[in-house]
């Protein structure tokens, strides 16, 4: 029995780190997630909303930190009440996510590891079962150290999260999950491959025949039924391929630009997914940055979700020369995780990214 505690008092420890550190690493990305969950359509907390950021980071920090005192056997009780009541409520929000098909994606390890809400719950159930034995068998978890190393190694671990947390929240997340990550051609994201898995759909056809309502199945043609068409109902049941990149469009007017724009050799993407939100203290340089690269033959454009009269107005305020285009604002939140941040690309492939605050590090060839 002691062996069996000691392997899920480490396989549980081992993933609550790894979970809340891939989270730690885009804190902000977590918090868009939390924002989905907050709204109206989902909890309808949305007096949360404008704190998803500081929960998030508070919620994971608080992650990494029960499994390093479960591994180091710190204040076992605390940690495993909290344990338990942390997964409890995570297993239910995956369970309400799943069953009425709220949220698509619960975010548990970020964009490294995309997970159907149901697999998440499956997971969560899992979890559960894990925790609550060794809940039970809580006596047999013995403390790794003595006590003063053991606050030790939680205080380094509190101290390094928060460190972490504090450096990816003013720059970019040091390791980048996203298909926009440096290295990477937008174009060849949005490829779908010959031959990848296409949609299966059911069709449920409901026609009155003879005064008898009956339904008729089919993969999507319309059936030949003597009777009178009542409705439709279609369901997805085999998911197709979808490429990392699927929503992604540079629009001005109600045209694409995306194509042309991404064969341009040299260019420059101001992002700013909401200018209402964006933060203004850095726009001076974004002015500066945008002439340096105008002299060095690139071409500068700026990208946001924001109507006209909210572009129009930086524009006027900071002097800024380039053009706007329209991006739906979950594509820009994805893909830089800054309001503002800048791209450099090539051809398509993003060669530097950085965030508001690093705007000194980039480079014109």
């Known amino acids: 029995m002691k062996y069996l505690v000691g392997f899920c008092r480490l396989f549980v420890g081992i993933l609550f780190i790894i979970s809340g550190f891939i989270k730690l690493n885009d804190p902000v990305g977590f918090s868009f997630k939390l924002q989905e969950y907050f709204s109206e359509a989902v909890l309808n907390l949305t007096f949360l909303e404008p704190y998803a950021l500081w929960v998030s980071i508070g919620v994971v920090i608080f ?32 369970f309400y996510s799943a069953y009425f098909n709220k949220v698509t994606d619960c975010g548990c390890f970020g964009d490294a590891i995309k997970l159907t809400p149901w697999e998440s719950f499956s997971k969560d159930i899992i979890l559960l079962i894990l925790i609550v034995f060794l809940f039970i068998k809580r006596n047999l978890i013995t403390p790794l150290f003595r006590p003063y190393p053991n606050r030790i190694a939680v205080a380094i671990a509190l101290i390094l999260s928060v460190g972490y947390g504090y450096y990816v929240l003013n720059h970019l997340p040091v390791i980048d999950f996203r298909p926009y990550k440096i290295g990477a051609n937008i174009k060849d994201g949005m490829v779908v491959p010959e031959g990848a898995p296409e949609a299966v759909f059911d069709y449920a056809w409901k026609f009155k025949v003879n005064g008898v309502e009956e339904i008729h199945h089919t993969k999507g043609d319309y059936p030949t039924v003597a009777g009178d068409f009542i409705d439709v109902e279609t369901t997805e049941i085999q998911k197709g391929y979808e490429p990392p ?12 630009f995306a194509d042309s724009l991404l064969q341009e050799p040299k260019l420059v993407m101001v992002v700013a997914y909401d200018l209402r939100k964006t933060n203004t203290d850095f726009y001076v340089e974004i002015k500066e940055m945008s002439v340096a690269a105008e002299k060095k033959g690139y071409k500068i454009i700026g990208m946001s979700a924001s109507g006209p009269k909210q572009t129009q107005e930086i524009s006027k305020a900071y002097n800024l020369e380039f053009p706007f285009y329209f991006t739906d604002e979950t594509a820009l939140k994805t893909i830089v995780r800054s309001n503002p941040g800048v791209l450099v690309l090539e051809k398509g492939t993003i060669k530097q990214k950085v965030h508001y605050n690093d705007l000194e590090e980039l480079s014109f060839n």
């Open 63 to 94: 992650e990494v930190l029960l499994g390093v005192m479960l591994l180091v056997g710190f204040r076992v009780k605390f940690t495993l009440w909290n344990l338990l009541l942390m997964i409890i409520f995570f297993t239910f929000l995956t």
């Open 245 to 256: 990149i699927h929503d992604f469009t540079i629009e001005q007017n109600g045209e694409d």
